[in-house]
């Protein structure tokens, strides 16, 4: 169990709990008077409080002296947990996580916390759950309607059958569920922990075993690795001989994964090679299951959790090893509320906890690069596709005066033909959701403009139905046009509903399935529609959702439409996004026994970037951004902060961020500091707001980070600040 904080002081007349509050942007504690005979009361304990005319939950924080003679102080109502649930190493990495991200403790609190425990809940069970169906089942099984609760309850009737195994059974089990046990068809059950063998996986290559080697001789202590591996290299591989190693010695091992769409997928390949039950933690769960994979892993009960972001929060009593797969992906970095990364927060905390962190990527971050050479972090290479599977081949084609259908060029959809024929499937990745990008007249040249926004609204449904895919407002579109009355209204361009519509039409032999935002809201909804595709000729049309870690055999031909839009940015990192994204995209054709294309559509094809891929790979492209990065001191050689502001007027928000620079200078005189700014934001108005920004960076973290602290208090008092809604977002990684 994690260490016990240092016990309340001797002087109980004196000592009154301080308790961090979630929910508040204020940078303080609150204090409050012990529960009377309540002497074990320690850090880490929830309690119950008074605050104005509510009640609160908060965190016992510190037990000490009032700040004033505490005469008047409130008590606390309840206090909630018998021991801390926040406690040792996981107490102190949240500690400098605030200090880090200058955030009130209290709000990244809340933000570790599952939110049943962050609504005062109590601990759950961790048992395993089932279900079988009840006597009143079996006698109404013959008499049940076909659907998906007789196809539940006809596997129920086989014998009891875990939450977990239902999961890869039954899409949308617990809908099917709730009705079997309205009725008192079927009842819970208490199951034994899973004890299937262990799989055996493929013998390691000698890139794999030199770095799987390398990890096991570091096993015991701390120490940061890059696992830096083409597409198919099998870092996956390496990643579960490590875990292994790791369970064999009583460890705790934690892998964290980008997207929920992977989480699936990598359960059930973990769970078959590792024999023992692997949780999952991401948003597509219950409150309920979050908060019983966290208790489990708080108890020691789990062994191996696979997650999206927030699993970096989760407590590890036992640690041996955590994962970061795709540690270049952007979805680690929250955007709002405590704007942490779960990369750089999962470093943190193991060299805290004292064990070693893989982070695996075929395109790594410029971060993560600049740290390998500089040899703060090990770098590990797989610089071939394990077993038979060979690189694709890739080719641009040049669409420049080209008609197109879709935004489909005649030589794509040749080849799309010929890979289908060849009994192949085929990916078109369109990195734009939706029918189409903008709904123009053609008699006057209306576009269809979010009101509340600086952003064309998305046509979606087949040109039925308008939506901002910024602050979500939607709308029927008009019958005719707003401005001249016109009946020319067409959309413009196409998003991955015109792919699918216009691929389906081309090709109505063969499965097309979408994927994007708009088909996988549902839970497991990507492994569905993978499934869907089955092992036959096909086609997917989908999003970067496709480009992030998916196994997918029979895919041979990727083809990448729509890429132009990436070649010309604003943001210093669009480049580095952009050569991930093609890379990663292109690294799923191939990846069996069979060859593998990629076709690159462009209207750019002497563009350096796609130059720079090429002729010299991911690699090439890192040595030469890193250098301009370099010459021009952006990060990883600088460091950066970015202070937002939101108000209704820009003059407003300006005004604000223009006293933030005058503070920033005045308590910081003498460091290295420059300010960019203020300037409006790449998208001035989102959701009626107007939106500036002012960028701080310093050639030293130290320096920075002095910096805000002297100058954020006096911020935090500001007039100015009170009329604005204004945020703090300490390594950038997104301009927006």
């Given at each position: 169990?994690?260490?016990?904080?240092?016990?309340?002081?001797?002087?109980?007349?004196?000592?009154?709990?301080?308790?961090?509050?979630?929910?508040?942007?204020?940078?303080r504690?609150?204090?409050?008077r012990?529960?009377e005979?309540?002497?074990?009361?320690?850090?880490?304990?929830?309690?119950?409080v008074?605050?104005?005319?509510?009640?609160?939950?908060g965190?016992i924080?510190?037990?000490?002296?009032?700040?004033?003679?505490?005469?008047?102080?409130?008590?606390?109502?309840?206090r909630?947990d018998?021991t801390?649930?926040?406690?040792g190493e996981?107490?102190?990495?949240?500690?400098?996580?605030?200090?880090y991200?200058?955030?009130?403790?209290?709000?990244?609190?809340?933000?570790?916390?599952?939110?049943?425990?962050?609504?005062?809940?109590?601990?759950?069970?961790?048992?395993?759950?089932g279900?079988?169906?009840s006597?009143?089942?079996?006698?109404?099984?013959?008499?049940?309607?076909?659907?998906?609760?007789?196809?539940?309850?006809?596997r129920?009737?086989?014998g009891?059958v875990?939450?977990?195994?239902?999961?890869?059974?039954f899409?949308?089990?617990?809908?099917a569920?709730r009705?079997?046990?309205?009725?008192?068809?079927?009842?819970?059950?208490v199951?034994?922990?899973a004890?299937?063998?262990?799989?055996p996986?493929?013998?390691?290559?000698d890139?794999?075993?030199a770095?799987i080697?390398a990890?096991?001789?570091?096993?015991d202590?701390?120490?940061?690795?890059?696992?830096?591996?083409?597409?198919?290299?099998?870092?996956?591989?390496?990643y579960?001989?490590?875990?292994a190693?790791?369970?064999?010695?009583?460890k705790?091992?934690?892998?964290?994964?980008?997207?929920?769409?992977?989480?699936p997928?990598?359960?059930?390949?973990f769970?078959?090679?590792?024999?023992?039950?692997?949780?999952?933690?991401?948003?597509?769960?219950?409150?309920?299951?979050?908060?019983?994979?966290?208790?489990?892993?708080?108890r020691?009960?789990?062994?191996?959790v696979?997650?999206t972001?927030?699993?970096?929060?989760?407590?590890?009593?036992?640690?041996?090893?955590?994962?970061?797969?795709?540690?270049?992906?952007?979805?680690?970095?929250?955007?709002?509320?405590?704007?942490?990364?779960?990369?750089?927060f999962a470093?943190?905390?193991?060299?805290?906890?004292?064990?070693?962190?893989?982070?695996g990527s075929?395109t790594?971050?410029?971060?993560?690069?600049?740290?390998?050479?500089?040899?703060?972090?090990?770098?590990?290479?797989?610089?071939?596709?394990?077993?038979?599977?060979?690189p694709?081949?890739?080719?641009?084609?040049?669409?420049?005066?080209?008609?197109?259908?879709?935004?489909l060029?005649?030589?794509?959809?040749?080849?799309?033909?010929?890979?289908l024929?060849?009994g192949?499937?085929?990916?078109?990745f369109?990195?734009?959701?939706?029918?189409?990008?903008?709904?123009?007249?053609?008699?006057?040249?209306?576009?269809?403009?979010?009101?509340?926004?600086d952003?064309s609204?998305?046509?979606?449904?087949?040109?039925?139905?308008?939506?901002?895919?910024?602050c979500?407002?939607?709308?029927?579109?008009?019958?005719?046009?707003?401005?001249?009355?016109g009946?020319?209204?067409?959309p413009?361009?196409?998003?991955?509903e015109?792919?699918?519509?216009t691929?389906?039409?081309?090709?109505?032999?063969?499965?097309?399935?979408?994927i994007?935002?708009?088909?996988?809201?549902?839970?497991?909804?990507l492994?569905?529609?993978?499934?869907?595709?089955?092992?036959?000729?096909?086609?997917?049309v989908?999003?970067q959702?496709?480009?992030?870690?998916?196994?997918?055999?029979?895919?041979?031909?990727?083809?990448?439409?729509?890429?132009?839009?990436?070649?010309?940015s604003?943001?210093?990192?669009?480049?580095?996004k952009?050569?991930?994204?093609?890379?990663?995209?292109?690294?799923?054709?191939?990846?069996a026994?069979?060859?593998?294309?990629?076709l690159?559509?462009?209207h750019?094809?002497?563009?350096?970037?796609?130059?720079t891929?090429?002729t010299?790979?991911?690699?090439?492209?890192?040595?030469?951004?890193?250098?301009?990065?370099?010459?021009?001191?952006?990060?990883?050689f600088?460091?950066?902060a970015?202070?937002?502001?939101?108000?209704?007027d820009?003059?407003v928000?300006?005004?604000?961020?223009?006293?933030?620079?005058?503070?920033?200078?005045?308590?910081?005189?003498g460091?290295?500091?420059?300010?960019?700014?203020?300037?409006?934001?790449?998208?001035?108005?989102r959701?009626?707001?107007?939106?500036?920004?002012?960028?701080?960076?310093?050639?030293?973290?130290?320096?920075?980070?002095?910096?805000?602290?002297?100058?954020?208090?006096?911020?935090?008092?500001?007039?100015?600040?009170?009329r604005?809604?204004?945020?703090?977002d300490?390594?950038?990684?997104?301009?927006y």
């Amino acid at each position: 169990m994690p260490v016990t904080p240092p016990p309340t002081p001797s002087n109980p007349t004196r000592a009154v709990w301080k308790v961090a509050i979630g929910g508040l942007p204020l940078p303080r504690l609150f204090d409050y008077r012990p529960i009377e005979g309540d002497d074990g009361a320690v850090p880490g304990c929830r309690v119950r409080v008074p605050f104005g005319s509510r009640e609160r939950i908060g965190v016992i924080a510190a037990v000490g002296p009032a700040d004033d003679d505490g005469a008047d102080l409130k008590p606390a109502l309840e206090r909630l947990d018998a021991t801390p649930l926040l406690a040792g190493e996981l107490w102190d990495s949240l500690r400098w996580l605030a200090h880090y991200t200058h955030e009130p403790f209290g709000e990244v609190v809340a933000t570790a916390l599952p939110t049943l425990l962050r609504h005062g809940e109590p601990l759950p069970h961790t048992d395993r759950l089932g279900w079988r169906l009840s006597a009143a089942g079996v006698d109404a099984l013959p008499r049940l309607r076909p659907g998906r609760p007789r196809r539940l309850a006809e596997r129920l009737a086989q014998g009891e059958v875990a939450e977990d195994e239902l999961d890869s059974l039954f899409d949308d089990w617990r809908a099917a569920l709730r009705s079997l046990d309205g009725r008192g068809l079927v009842e819970q059950v208490v199951m034994t922990p899973a004890t299937a063998p262990a799989q055996p996986g493929p013998e390691p290559n000698d890139e794999q075993r030199a770095a799987i080697d390398a990890l096991l001789a570091s096993r015991d202590a701390f120490g940061a690795f890059l696992l830096d591996g083409i597409t198919g290299s099998g870092k996956t591989e390496v990643y579960l001989h490590a875990i292994a190693d790791c369970l064999a010695r009583g460890k705790q091992a934690l892998v964290l994964v980008p997207e929920i769409g992977l989480t699936p997928q990598t359960l059930a390949r973990f769970r078959a090679r590792l024999g023992v039950p692997v949780y999952a933690l991401h948003s597509g769960l219950s409150d309920g299951e979050r908060a019983r994979t966290w208790a489990a892993c708080l108890r020691g009960q789990a062994r191996v959790v696979v997650g999206t972001r927030s699993a970096v929060f989760l407590p590890l009593p036992d640690a041996g090893l955590i994962v970061v797969d795709e540690e270049h992906d952007g979805s680690y970095k929250q955007l709002d509320g405590i704007r942490y990364h779960a990369r750089d927060f999962a470093i943190y905390r193991a060299s805290q906890l004292n064990v070693p962190i893989v982070l695996g990527s075929a395109t790594p971050s410029m971060e993560s690069l600049r740290n390998a050479r500089t040899q703060r972090y090990t770098h590990l290479h797989l610089r071939k596709r394990a077993g038979v599977a060979k690189p694709p081949a890739v080719r641009v084609i040049d669409i420049r005066k080209r008609a197109l259908d879709a935004g489909l060029s005649n030589e794509l959809i040749d080849a799309l033909s010929r890979t289908l024929e060849a009994g192949g499937q085929a990916l078109v990745f369109k990195n734009r959701r939706g029918y189409a990008p903008v709904l123009l007249c053609h008699d006057c040249g209306w576009s269809a403009e979010c009101p509340r926004c600086d952003a064309s609204m998305t046509v979606h449904a087949k040109g039925r139905r308008l939506q901002c895919h910024h602050c979500g407002a939607s709308k029927r579109s008009p019958d005719a046009c707003p401005d001249c009355g016109g009946l020319a209204l067409q959309p413009q361009g196409a998003g991955t509903e015109k792919l699918e519509e216009t691929l389906a039409a081309r090709f109505p032999q063969v499965p097309v399935v979408r994927i994007d935002k708009g088909t996988t809201r549902n839970r497991d909804a990507l492994v569905g529609h993978i499934e869907a595709l089955g092992q036959g000729p096909g086609l997917l049309v989908g999003t970067q959702m496709l480009a992030k870690g998916h196994d997918l055999p029979g895919l041979t031909l990727v083809a990448v439409v729509g890429i132009d839009e990436g070649l010309f940015s604003a943001d210093f990192r669009a480049p580095e996004k952009l050569a991930q994204l093609l890379v990663q995209v292109s690294g799923r054709a191939g990846r069996a026994d069979r060859p593998g294309e990629v076709l690159l559509q462009t209207h750019h094809p002497e563009h350096p970037l796609l130059h720079t891929l090429l002729t010299g790979g991911y690699a090439q492209f890192a040595d030469e951004e890193l250098a301009l990065r370099e010459e021009v001191q952006f990060p990883p050689f600088a460091h950066m902060a970015m202070f937002r502001a939101e108000a209704r007027d820009m003059d407003v928000a300006n005004a604000f961020l223009v006293q933030v620079r005058a503070h920033l200078e005045a308590t910081s005189p003498g460091a290295v500091l420059t300010t960019h700014g203020p300037l409006p934001a790449p998208m001035p108005r989102r959701a009626g707001y107007q939106r500036a920004q002012l960028v701080v960076s310093s050639n030293a973290r130290p320096a920075l980070h002095a910096a805000l602290d002297a100058a954020l208090p006096s911020i935090r008092e500001l007039p100015e600040a009170r009329r604005v809604r204004w945020s703090l977002d300490v390594d950038p990684v997104d301009l927006y």
